[in-house]
C-alpha cells in the first residue's frame, strides 16, 4: 500500500496554484462577487506562528466554499510592513529597515504559501512600497481638502529613549510598554485628524453593520456621546471664568468644589501666591502620566489653588482644585465636582475632607456621606426645583441656564481628535512643506509620492529632529518659487492599514489609488475575520477613512466592512521560573510532574499563555506541516473548538 507523503502532494499543487494563477480573482467579471478579508499580518522578525492560521484558514474555507458556487472571489493578501518595531531592529542590528521589512515578509509569504491558502497573490500589497504609500499620501491631501487634517500644538506622551511620540495606548505607569522605557508628557506641534467631525456617523451606522455585539459596544464606549450642557463658573474676584462639561445639570446645586486639569491655561492665571509652589510641584509630577493612567488610578490626588468658582445656579463660593484625574483631552478639563453623586468626586471629596450635599434623593437606608449615589430620584435641596424627577428637572435646569446666559445644552463625545504624527523614519513622509514665512502648504496630487529618502541613522539629530531632518538634500526644496523646507514627521503605522482593503480592489493603478469601477464591482468587503485586538482603533480609523472618501464621492459605500468575526486565541504552555525568566519547553524536563530546566535544580512553572517570542512558546507552523502536512494542521485547528472561542493548542 502506497503511503500518503503530504509533502510531495502538497508542494504539486501549490506549485500548480502558482504556475496558473488558479485563485486569481477576475475583473471585470458577469459573475457575483463575494470578498473575503483576514486582517494583513505585520511582517515581524519572529515569523508566523501556529495561531496565526487560525483565521486564514476560516477565511480560506469561505473562500473556497463560494468559489465553488459560483462567486467571483477576491481573498488577497498583504503586508502592514511600516512602524516602529522594524525601525528598533534596524537601530539594533545596525541595518536599514527597508532590509529588514524585506527579509520578513519573504519569510511569511513562504509560511504561507506552504500553508496552502488560497490567496490571490497577484494583488499582493505592502504599506512601505512607494507605490502604495503614494496613495496614502494622496488620502491624506483629501483629508486637508476638507479641513479633517490640521497641525496643533497638544500634550503627547514622548519617549526620550525612542525619540518619539508614544499613542495612549502604548504607555501603561509611565512606561513604553513595549520596552519599559520612561515616556514624560510634552506640549508639541503635532498633525491631527478630526475625526471628531464624524463622531456621529461614526456612532449611528454601527447600527447598520453585522458586527460582534462586544465589538459594537467598544465602538460605542470609545465614541462615548453623551447629552447634557456647558456650564458657566466665574472666579471669584477675576474677570476670568471657566467652562464644564456635564451630563448631570440636575445635580449643579450639590456641587461643591470645581477641578481643572493640570494642563488647564487658568491654573496659572488663578493660583495665588501661597499655593503656587504646591501647584507648580504638583503640575510637574502629573505631567508624565498617560491619560489612561490618570483615568485609570484609584488613589485620588490633588491641590487647592486657593481660589473660589461662583457657582452660577445659587451663588456659592465653590473651591478650585487641581486634580490629574481630569483631562485636558475631554470635555472642556474643567469639571464641577457632585460628590454626593459621583463615585470619583466622591472618593476625592473624602480624601480632602470636602463637603458632601445630597441634591437627588436616594433610596431609604443609603448615606451619601459613606457612598455615593448614583441612580434617578426626586430633587432636593436644589431651590424651585425641588420635587422634580431627575429627566424633568435636566430639561428644566438647562433651559433656565440658557434664558440666563449661563450655560447651554450640548452633545459630546469621548472620541478625541487623531494624534496623527511620529517624530521616526520608517513611515509615509506627508505630503507638507514648511515656508520661511511660517506658511504650511499641502503639496499637489501631482508631486506625489513623496518618496522616503535612505538614511543611514534613524535615531533623532542632536538637535532634537525627527530622524528625516538627517537627509539634508532631501529636507530642503522649494514651493512656488520660495525656499521651504519638507516636514519631517511621518505618520502612524495605523494609515496604511486605514484603507488597504481598497488597494486590494485594483492594485496596480498607476493612475489613481483605485477606479470607479473596480469599487463599483467589488463594493464592500463581505466578511473580515481579524483578532479582537482590533476592536477599537483599526476598525475606528479604517471607517473615518472610509466615510470621507465616501463624502467625497470615491466609494460606493458607507462602511468598509459589512461583517465581521473575531476568531479565538491560540494559546500555548509557557516554562518560566522564580525570577521571570522563559525558557523553551526543549529545555525542560519533568521529574515527578514537577518542571526543571535540564540538567540543573531550576524549577520551572507551566501555564497557559498567548503566543510570544519572549515567553519562547511559540510554534513555528511550518514545523507542523513539515511532519504532517499543512491540510492535517489547517483541519486540526478548526477542530479544536468553536472559532470565536480562546483555545490551548
Not at 452660577?312 to 487641581?322: L, S
Not at 514648511?434 to 529618502?453: N, S
Not at 513539515?626 to 491540510?631: F, H, N, P, T
Request: overall charge negative; charged content about 25%.
Amino acid at each position: 500500500m502506497t503511503q500518503y507523503n503530504p509533502s510531495q502532494i502538497e508542494s504539486k499543487w501549490q506549485d500548480y496554484w502558482q504556475k496558473n494563477k488558479t485563485f486569481t480573482a477576475e475583473f471585470p467579471s458577469s459573475k457575483p462577487k463575494y470578498y473575503t478579508l483576514g486582517m494583513f499580518p505585520y511582517p515581524s522578525g519572529s515569523g508566523l506562528h501556529v495561531g496565526h492560521p487560525l483565521s486564514y484558514t476560516a477565511v480560506d474555507i469561505l473562500a473556497r466554499y463560494k468559489r465553488m458556487k459560483g462567486y467571483n472571489v477576491l481573498n488577497p493578501m498583504g503586508w502592514d510592513a511600516f512602524g516602529l518595531p522594524a525601525e528598533r531592529a534596524a537601530v539594533r542590528e545596525g541595518r536599514h529597515p527597508a532590509d529588514i521589512t524585506k527579509e520578513n515578509v519573504a519569510n511569511f509569504k513562504h509560511q504561507l504559501l506552504k500553508l496552502g491558502f488560497s490567496f490571490d497573490w497577484e494583488r499582493e500589497v505592502s504599506t512601505s512600497s512607494v507605490d502604495y504609500y503614494r496613495w496614502t499620501q494622496w488620502i491624506f491631501l483629501k483629508l486637508h481638502e476638507q479641513g479633517l487634517a490640521y497641525l496643533a500644538e497638544v500634550p503627547v506622551n514622548w519617549c526620550p529613549a525612542q525619540g518619539t511620540v508614544l499613542a495612549n495606548e502604548e504607555v501603561v505607569d509611565g512606561k513604553y510598554v513595549e520596552t519599559g522605557e520612561p515616556v514624560e508628557r510634552r506640549m508639541m506641534k503635532q498633525w491631527m485628524l478630526k475625526i471628531t467631525a464624524y463622531a456621529e456617523r461614526l456612532l449611528q451606522d454601527l447600527d447598520e453593520l453585522d458586527w460582534p455585539a462586544g465589538v459594537l459596544e467598544m465602538q460605542r464606549q470609545w465614541i462615548g456621546r453623551s447629552e447634557g450642557a456647558e456650564v458657566h463658573f466665574s472666579v471669584e474676584g477675576t474677570d476670568h471664568d471657566f467652562v464644564v462639561y456635564t451630563t448631570r445639570p440636575d445635580t449643579l446645586f450639590g456641587a461643591t468644589y470645581c477641578v481643572l486639569s493640570p494642563e488647564h491655561p487658568l491654573v496659572e492665571e488663578i493660583t495665588k501666591d501661597a499655593q503656587k509652589e504646591e501647584v507648580l510641584r504638583y503640575i510637574e509630577m502629573a505631567k508624565n502620566r498617560s491619560d489612561l493612567d490618570r483615568q485609570a488610578s484609584k488613589e485620588k490626588t490633588g491641590v487647592w489653588t486657593g481660589s473660589y468658582a461662583i457657582n452660577p445656579v445659587n451663588g456659592a463660593r465653590t473651591p478650585i482644585w487641581v486634580a490629574d484625574y481630569v483631562l485636558s483631552g475631554y470635555g472642556t478639563g474643567a469639571i464641577m465636582a457632585v460628590p454626593a453623586h459621583d463615585e470619583r468626586d466622591h472618593a476625592f471629596a473624602k480624601a480632602f475632607s470636602l463637603p458632601i450635599i445630597p441634591v437627588i434623593s436616594s433610596p431609604e437606608g443609603h448615606d451619601v456621606q459613606d457612598s455615593a449615589y448614583t441612580g434617578d430620584g426626586i430633587a432636593i435641596n436644589s431651590g424651585h426645583f425641588n420635587g422634580m424627577d431627575v429627566h424633568t428637572f435636566k430639561r428644566a435646569i438647562i433651559a433656565w441656564l440658557e434664558e440666563k446666559g449661563r450655560g447651554v445644552g450640548k452633545v459630546n463625545y469621548k472620541l478625541r481628535d487623531w494624534l496623527f504624527s511620529r517624530q521616526r523614519y520608517w513611515g509615509e513622509p506627508f505630503p507638507i512643506v514648511h515656508t520661511a514665512d511660517g506658511q504650511v502648504h499641502a503639496l499637489a496630487a501631482e508631486d506625489l509620492p513623496i518618496a522616503l529618502p535612505h538614511i543611514d541613522a534613524f535615531k533623532p539629530t542632536a538637535e532634537g529632529q525627527p530622524p528625516l531632518a538627517r537627509a539634508k538634500e532631501w529636507l530642503h526644496t522649494t514651493f512656488q518659487g520660495q525656499d521651504a523646507i519638507r516636514e519631517t514627521n511621518t505618520m502612524p503605522q495605523w494609515a496604511g492599514s486605514c484603507w488597504y482593503y481598497l488597494r486590494y480592489m485594483d492594485p496596480t493603478n498607476e493612475k489613481e489609488a483605485f477606479s470607479q469601477e473596480a469599487v463599483s464591482y467589488w463594493q464592500e468587503v463581505d466578511i473580515y475575520i481579524g483578532g479582537v485586538e482590533h476592536a477599537v482603533l483599526h476598525l475606528l480609523y479604517a471607517r473615518f477613512w472610509h466615510k470621507v472618501l465616501y463624502d467625497c464621492g470615491l466609494v460606493p459605500t458607507k462602511e468598509p466592512f459589512r461583517k465581521l468575526f473575531n476568531q479565538g486565541m491560540i494559546l500555548a504552555y509557557s516554562y518560566q521560573d522564580t525570577l521571570g525568566k522563559y525558557y523553551h519547553p526543549s529545555d525542560v524536563e519533568t521529574r515527578e510532574e514537577r518542571f526543571f530546566v535540564k540538567g540543573t535544580d531550576t524549577e520551572v512553572f507551566s501555564q497557559v499563555e498567548k503566543m510570544s517570542k519572549s515567553k519562547k512558546n511559540t510554534v513555528d507552523p511550518l514545523d507542523i506541516v513539515k511532519e504532517y502536512g499543512a491540510d492535517t494542521l489547517r483541519m486540526y485547528e478548526m477542530f479544536m473548538g468553536p472559532l470565536e472561542q480562546v483555545k490551548p493548542c
